[in-house]
């Protein structure tokens, strides 16, 4: 049979403030992970509206598409003209799992949860003509995923094409975290095999790898073992984790680096223990920020921090104190968002409680817009703080401030080739994404992390010269920088 598989681009992804790079990172590993069930005779077409046009004029007799929540009234749209045209529409994802009510009216067929025992039951079903309306996951195992249809995917207009993920879900709960509810019924946090995560990074061609899990140190065993396995790979690579992995667990770390870990994903969130504590983070009350970044780049591992504003005990000095600390900390790249009270979150069904919800339209709700009354300021001065944040934390005098935060030449030079690449080259990335030509960029990106452990070996040799080190207690005192964190999944990359 004839399937088309889909992925509708986010609208922020068409807004005037669209930058052509974030959404030409990562192909649509999902789409192509559910390809794998599919029989080889099937003829199948993974289309990624971020980075190509959409063939509407085709007639599929299956179409599957993936929606998160500022996709949505797009891919209902896309839905609806193919069911129009008689083919079967399927709808997944973070969204239909979140809202089946709404989801229900545009497709033959939902899905609610991660799709790897309800996938292949229902193409079971649909084969024999019986494919019910609803399929919900129960299910959790990464125990005999079929190889993952790579050669789907059009690696040409990716930047980061190696992506993988290795796990599932997350072993903490947050309350503003929008994966929580789409692994409700089951297990929320499972890993595959060692063995067969190591068999699927030797199938990825290159050096470079991104982990796009939300927490691949979230099993210790599992992700040791992952990373001695990866020892001798000559790999570079980059992922999410968490303060309390980089400070507990420090000979995991250690293998990490070793393994060719370059750069961290690090959900800092805020500054202020009282907003941790509203938003159920209590296991991360009391670590010292400062400490895991110093850890991080004494190894020579880049930080790309995580903050999120508009939490309850945020006023409108929130953005100036969180930019000047993580300036003053030397962090790399900075990622900044909107709280956004997600549905099926804790944090929509207490706001809902609350009446502070505005409204509705989730082509706002992108962590960029505020969509809910903030309790120390108003909206508008949330989210004219939000792009002020972004502002200021890369302008060329804070790019510099922040290398000049490491102690030696190396770090430096590395901390503003990537920072100011990443930021200060738009017309440039612009025309290599015009041009389908952003693999090609992909060495550039290898020799910036290529970095050495350049501090911590520095560091070392300066001890044996007796020159000394200004080392970091956990726990010591020191104004806004003891304070709690934690990794969340990515809503936007830097």
């Known amino acids: 049979m004839k399937v088309k598989m889909i992925l509708p681009a986010l609208t922020e992804a068409k807004s005037p403030f669209f930058r052509p790079i974030k959404y030409s990172l990562f192909p649509p590993l999902g789409l192509a992970t559910l390809a794998g069930y599919l029989d080889p005779s099937d ?203 980089i400070l507990q667990q420090p000979k995991m770390l250690e293998l990490a680096v070793e393994s060719g870990l370059r750069s961290l994903f690090v959900g800092f969130e805020t500054l202020n223990p009282n907003n941790l504590r509203a938003q159920n983070k209590y296991q991360n009350l009391n670590r010292d920020y400062h400490a895991a970044i110093q850890r991080l780049h004494d190894h020579g591992v880049m930080v790309n921090g995580s903050f999120v504003f508009g939490m309850d005990d945020d006023d409108e000095s929130v953005f100036d104190r969180t930019v000047d600390w993580a300036v003053s900390q030397g962090i790399e790249t900075a990622t900044f968002h909107i709280l956004t009270p997600y549905p099926g979150t804790a944090l929509h069904d207490r706001m809902a409680a609350q009446g502070r919800i505005l409204h509705n339209d989730w082509d706002l709700y992108d962590t960029r817009h505020t969509v809910f009354r903030p309790a120390k300021m108003s909206p508008e001065a949330l989210e004219a703080g939000y792009w002020r944040a972004y502002g200021e934390f890369y302008k060329w005098s804070s790019i510099f401030k922040g290398a000049w935060a490491k102690d030696f030449w190396s770090a430096r030079l590395r901390h503003i080739a990537y920072a100011g690449g990443w930021k200060k080259l738009e017309p440039m990335w612009d025309f290599i994404i015009w041009a389908k030509r952003a693999t090609r960029m992909l060495p550039v990106l290898e020799a910036v992390l290529e970095g050495k452990q350049v501090n911590k070996v520095n560091k070392v040799e300066n001890v044996n010269r007796g020159e000394g080190l200004e080392g970091v207690r956990e726990g010591e005192a020191r104004p806004a920088i003891k304070s709690p964190g934690y990794a969340t999944t990515p809503v936007e990359t830097g």
């Open 43 to 245: 003829e199948i077409d993974i289309q990624d509206e971020h980075v190509e046009t959409l063939n509407l004029d085709d007639e599929p007799d299956l179409v599957v598409i993936q929606v998160y929540i500022t996709s949505a009234f797009r891919a209902y749209q896309i839905a609806d003209h193919y069911r129009a045209k008689g083919a079967y529409v399927c709808l997944g994802g973070l969204h239909v799992t979140s809202l089946p009510e709404e989801a229900t009216a545009h497709a033959d067929t939902i899905f609610l949860g991660p799709g790897e025992d309800i996938w292949p039951e229902f193409l079971r079903d649909f084969r024999r003509g019986q494919a019910g309306a609803r399929y919900e996951s129960k299910v959790r195992t990464l125990i005999g995923l079929p190889p993952i249809r790579r050669d789907l995917l059009k690696r040409e207009l990716y930047l980061v094409p190696n992506s993988i993920v290795v796990s599932r879900g997350c072993p903490h709960h947050c309350d503003f975290c929008y994966k929580d509810a789409f692994f409700q019924g089951g297990k929320g946090f499972y890993t595959q095999t060692v063995e067969a995560a190591l068999a699927e990074i030797n199938r990825l061609p290159g050096r470079h790898l991104y982990f796009l899990d939300d927490h691949l140190f979230g099993n210790v065993r599992f992700a040791s073992a992952l990373f001695e396995g990866m020892r001798g790979m000559n790999r570079l690579w980059q992922a999410a984790g968490t303060v309390q992995a």
